[in-house]
Structures are given as structure tokens and as C-alpha cells.
């Protein structure tokens, strides 16, 4: 039972590149989040997936694309990158949304852009 | 406007000796609390969370928290704090108003000197 994985644990791009952060969790958890972290900001809500087939926007969800693939696999795009997405993104899951519940957090992405 | 507040960004103790870090919230509705410990270069580790009945909770790693309504708190203790304790800590409400979204406070960050 690993939990919460994400690939790569660091990735350095150039403005203007583009690349996917993957996810995966083994929990049979209904609902996915992304998050950035940044100093001093604490952690801030990019999209999150409630259930399969559904995604929804967070609070910076600017310059960010997602896709909820099935179950399992939640996966976050940069389709242009900016200096200012350099962050550390963390993957998030949860049995279900609509309830309170434990968020189950992933070993993070380092992400630098140049 | 709602939101949650570490009021300390850093804190530095001596080995042994006690700790408290401290959370507030602004939210009108019933929050669900949480403390999440983030060890350097790794992801948010659940520490302890509050739901309902005893407002006294203990957690792992011999971390305990109080709710306090009236003061709108949630302050985690630790009475002998370990060189292993060093991190950076997170406090995290919930609220039904938000859609039980993860609302993050900006984090603790936590120095334990010989």
C-alpha cells in the first residue's frame, strides 16, 4: 500500500515548456486535490477532482490544466511554464469530498522554472 | 473574511523542554481541525484531527491538541520535544461552507536546539 505517489520528485524546465505531474493513489479514494506550496504561503488549492469524471478549479488555478484519468490517477499540465509556477506541488487524496475527511498527502514535486 | 492564522512563524526550543504552536480560525460555521508535521523535503504528515466529543485530542508522535471554541483555537503540545521534531508545521480547518475544502494556515516552522 504506497498512498499517495507522484512522479518526478524534481523536474527543472525553461520558460515556456510544458510538462504533466502524475499521481496516483492506491486508497480507492473518491476525490484528488493539487496543491502549490510556496513560502510563507502555506499550501493553496490548484484544482480538485471530487469524484471520477469530474474537476474543478481552486484558488490558483491559473496556467494549470488537469485530467482525472480514472480512479487512481490524477495528473496536473503546465502547458506553458512561467518563473512564477516554480513551487513545490503536492498531490492530495480523500475518500470523499462531501464529507469531512483526512486528506492523504504525496511526497511532493520540486519544480523550478527558468 | 475567513481564514486561519499561525500567529508564530518560527519557534525555536530547547531539546526536552515543552512546546505549543498556535492556531486560530475565523469561520462562523462548525470547523473540522486537523495539524499536519512536514519534515524537510518530504510531504504533510497527518499529526492529529478534531471532529467532534472530547476537544482534548492526542495524535502520533506524542503531539496532542486542544479545542477551544470560545477562543476559536486549536493549539498543538508536545511536553518534551525531540531533535525529531524539527519541522514545519501546518494547522487546517474545514468548514461545510467551503465544500470541507482544506483551508491551510502559513505554517510553523520549528527549530529544536541542543
Known amino acids: 500500500n504506497a498512498g499517495v505517489t507522484q512522479t518526478p520528485k524534481f523536474q527543472v524546465l525553461k520558460t515556456g515548456q510544458s510538462m504533466t505531474l502524475q499521481c496516483a493513489q492506491d486508497?480507492?479514494?473518491?476525490?484528488m486535490y493539487w496543491y502549490r506550496q510556496d513560502p510563507g504561503m502555506g499550501l493553496r488549492l490548484i484544482y480538485y477532482?471530487?469524484?471520477?469524471?469530474?474537476?474543478d478549479k481552486g484558488e490558483v488555478p491559473n496556467g494549470y490544466n488537469v485530467s482525472r484519468l480514472n480512479k487512481r490517477e490524477f495528473s496536473l499540465r503546465l502547458e506553458s511554464a512561467a518563473p512564477s509556477q516554480t513551487s513545490v506541488y503536492f498531490c492530495?487524496?480523500?475518500?470523499?469530498?462531501?464529507?469531512?475527511?483526512?486528506?492523504?498527502f504525496g511526497p511532493g514535486t520540486r519544480l523550478t522554472v527558468l | 473574511a475567513q481564514s486561519v492564522t499561525q500567529p508564530d512563524i518560527h519557534i525555536t526550543v530547547s531539546e526536552g523542554a515543552s512546546l505549543e504552536l498556535r492556531c486560530n480560525y475565523s469561520?462562523?460555521?462548525?470547523?473540522?481541525l486537523f495539524w499536519y508535521v512536514q519534515s524537510p523535503g518530504q510531504g504533510l504528515q497527518l499529526l492529529l484531527k478534531?471532529?467532534?466529543?472530547?476537544?482534548l485530542v492526542q495524535g502520533i508522535k506524542g503531539f496532542e491538541a486542544e479545542f477551544k471554541r470560545s477562543q476559536s483555537s486549536f493549539n498543538l503540545r508536545k511536553p518534551s520535544v525531540h531533535w525529531s521534531d524539527a519541522a514545519e508545521y501546518f494547522c487546517?480547518?474545514?468548514?461545510?461552507?467551503?465544500?470541507?475544502?482544506?483551508?491551510f494556515g502559513k505554517g510553523t516552522s520549528l527549530l529544536v536546539t541542543p
Open positions: 477532482s471530487a469524484s471520477e469524471g469530474t474537476t
Open positions: 486508497m480507492n479514494h473518491n476525490s
Open positions: 478534531y471532529f467532534s466529543g472530547d476537544t
Open positions: 487546517a480547518v474545514q468548514i461545510v461552507d467551503s465544500g470541507y475544502e482544506l483551508n
Open positions: 469561520y462562523g460555521a462548525t470547523p473540522y
Open positions: 492530495a487524496s480523500s475518500p470523499n469530498r462531501a464529507s469531512p475527511d483526512t486528506q492523504y
